[in-house]
């Protein structure tokens, strides 16, 4: 079955030092990838598409790769700042034929002054 | 309003009860999501409208669980003799196009429905 897999364990960084998460996906062949940023009691906010044929997607302190081979997407975001701090969810088609998504559990990022 | 909105914020009803929940899409959205989250979980997809049309209704978990988007515009989603099970936070999102373009979805604050 398809399954999506992003760090369970919240990843604790400090203020300025680049945050990496990840995103693996098994028995999928998504034509696209979403990063979401969740914060307590919020709906997910859109941060990044990336499509299956880029690389690389950049903005401002944030930017997205795809790699189809590996099957995995990373989300870095650069001189973090507390604010950086909530949950990041990865989100790919559904292949239904339609927009609909498929999360994952999502990574908590603590970023302490 | 500018944003997806949802109410109630927070309902609490007694197992059994039926409960109705509405979603306000962003004006002009085509495409309408509701999903369930659970605790310490990514949102699960529940069903999917174009326009009125219900056209993907593959995640809902029961035949207790009823969506629908008469207009076009503003969305029910309705759950009949609720169980425990059903607590979690019930959000809705709405995207500009129809079919399998790539696109962002708008997310809602959510309902979060307690079942006593």
């Known amino acids: 079955s398809q399954k999506i897999e992003q760090n369970s364990e919240a990843l604790n960084i400090q203020e300025g030092k680049t945050a990496t998460l990840t995103c693996n996906y098994t028995?999928?062949?998504?034509?696209?990838l979403q990063w979401y940023r969740q914060d307590p009691g919020r709906g997910p906010v859109f941060l990044l598409l990336?499509?299956?044929?880029?690389k690389e997607k950049r903005k401002e302190r944030l930017k997205v790769t795809f790699d189809t081979t590996l099957k995995q997407s990373l989300f870095h975001i650069t001189a973090s700042q507390p604010a950086d701090s909530a949950t990041y969810l990865c989100?790919?088609?559904?292949?239904?034929?339609?927009?609909?998504?498929?999360f994952g559990k999502g990574t908590m990022l603590l970023v302490s002054p | 309003g500018a944003g997806v909105s949802q109410s109630p914020r927070y309902k609490v009803a007694k197992r059994g009860q039926d409960v109705a929940l509405r979603c306000d899409p962003i004006?002009?959205?085509?495409?309408l999501f509701w999903y369930q989250q659970a605790l310490g979980q990514g949102p699960e997809f529940l069903t999917y409208?174009?326009?009125?049309?219900?056209?993907?209704k593959s995640g809902l978990p029961s035949d207790r669980f009823f969506a629908e988007r008469p207009e076009g515009s503003v969305s029910t989603l309705k759950i009949q003799r609720t169980q425990q099970e059903d607590s979690a936070v019930y959000l809705c999102?709405?995207?500009?196009?129809?079919?399998?373009?790539?696109?962002?979805?708008?997310f809602g604050d959510g309902t979060r429905l307690s079942i006593l």
């Open positions: 999102a709405s995207s500009l196009a129809g079919g399998s373009s790539n696109q962002p979805q708008h």
């Open positions: 028995n999928y062949s998504p034509a696209y």
């Open positions: 990336i499509r299956e044929n880029e």
């Open positions: 989100a790919l088609d559904g292949n239904s034929g339609y927009s609909t998504l498929t």
């Open positions: 004006s002009g959205h085509v495409s």
């Open positions: 409208f174009q326009n009125e049309a219900q056209l993907d």
